[in-house]
């Protein structure tokens, strides 16, 4: 029990973005109004942080500061986090814990699989951070926790947001043929700001990986998100929007980037309930079967309603 309060105490000293640390600060803006959340104050919230304490799992609610997190956990919706809480990627928008990540745990799929039974969830999402230490990129990890949750949750449905697998041959052939439900791979920006924004990953091995999917296993509903706010031109976000059609991919997200610290890469522009609403329609255009187009759109967010929405726009196609 020392030995553990001693390693813990040890990883909360250590700067959780050392990367960063020597980067000149980009002050934070003041939200609009229509970006603005109530802080969590509901008891079903606290039941939901209790049992992720108890399980001893990472949420991605938690790590990235997602502002939904009070409305979420409050339905008992919480995004698994796996293979622990330290990326081996520096992304300037993200709040994920940067540096050399711990030894996988192989405890972790059937932790994970008894949360998703006890909060009875109908839909989960499963992401992790990158682990480009690992020879498969954690792809055998991801295929493990989707057995765990068909064996002890055999009626939830399961969504996974992975890396990019980034020279990691074969590896999103082993997530797929764990069949989840949805394979979510976020694209995040246009791809002129790529080495600002997400410089150890490439725009098109993204691209990719969701194509393969696609043609691996048809039947799995491929989903993809953007963040916008960084810079980017409405023309960029258009041809994001054709990429991704062309590699058939069902479901795009699109969100307002919220800057996490002033070490991290600055907001350029609050993005208008209206402009939100002409992207959604422009991507429906385009033939997505399914768009959330929002300020505070996250790629899980109303996830388990989104699904059933996906699978009823395939039926009527």
């Known amino acids: 029990m020392t030995s553990t309060r001693l390693v813990i105490d040890h990883r909360i000293d ?11 600060d980009n002050p934070i803006q003041r939200k609009p109004a229509w970006i603005r959340v109530k802080a969590p104050n509901q008891p079903v919230y606290h039941e939901t942080h209790a049992l992720m304490r108890e399980n001893r799992l990472t949420t991605v609610c938690e790590e990235a500061a997602c502002p939904n997190i009070g409305e979420c956990w409050s339905r008992r919706h919480a995004t698994m986090m796996i293979m622990g809480d330290t990326c081996t990627r520096a992304c300037s928008f993200c709040n994920v814990r940067t540096g050399m990540p711990e030894a996988l745990d192989a405890g972790e799929p059937d932790r994970v699989a008894d949360a998703v039974a006890k909060l009875g969830l109908r839909h989960v999402v499963i992401t992790s951070v990158d682990r480009d230490d690992l020879a498969d990129g954690g792809a055998g990890h991801f295929a493990a926790v989707i057995r765990a949750i068909r064996a002890a949750a055999p009626g939830t449905t399961i969504e996974v947001l992975t890396p990019d697998f980034l020279r990691k041959p074969g590896a999103m052939e082993v997530v797929a043929e764990a069949r989840p439900d949805v394979f979510n791979h976020n694209l995040e920006t246009v791809p002129r700001l790529y080495p600002s924004i997400r410089p150890g990953a490439r725009y098109y091995q993204s691209l990719r990986l969701l194509d393969q999917v ?5 039947t799995i509903f491929t989903k993809s998100g953007l963040m916008v706010g960084l810079g980017e031109a409405k023309p960029e976000i258009l041809q994001v929007m054709d990429d991704l059609r062309i590699a058939d991919v069902d479901f795009l997200t699109i969100g307002q980037y919220l800057q996490p610290t002033v070490k991290h890469a600055a907001v350029a522009d609050f993005i208008t309930p209206e402009a939100f609403a002409e992207y959604a329609s422009l991507a429906r255009a385009r033939g997505f079967l399914l ?3 929002t300020p505070l759109t996250r790629s899980s967010y109303h996830a388990d309603e989104d699904f059933a929405r996906l699978q009823a726009a395939r039926a009527a196609r």
């Open 14 to 24: 250590l700067p959780r973005h050392p990367e960063k640390a020597r980067r000149p």
């Open 214 to 218: 696609k043609r691996h296993d048809p």
């Open 291 to 293: 768009v959330s187009a």
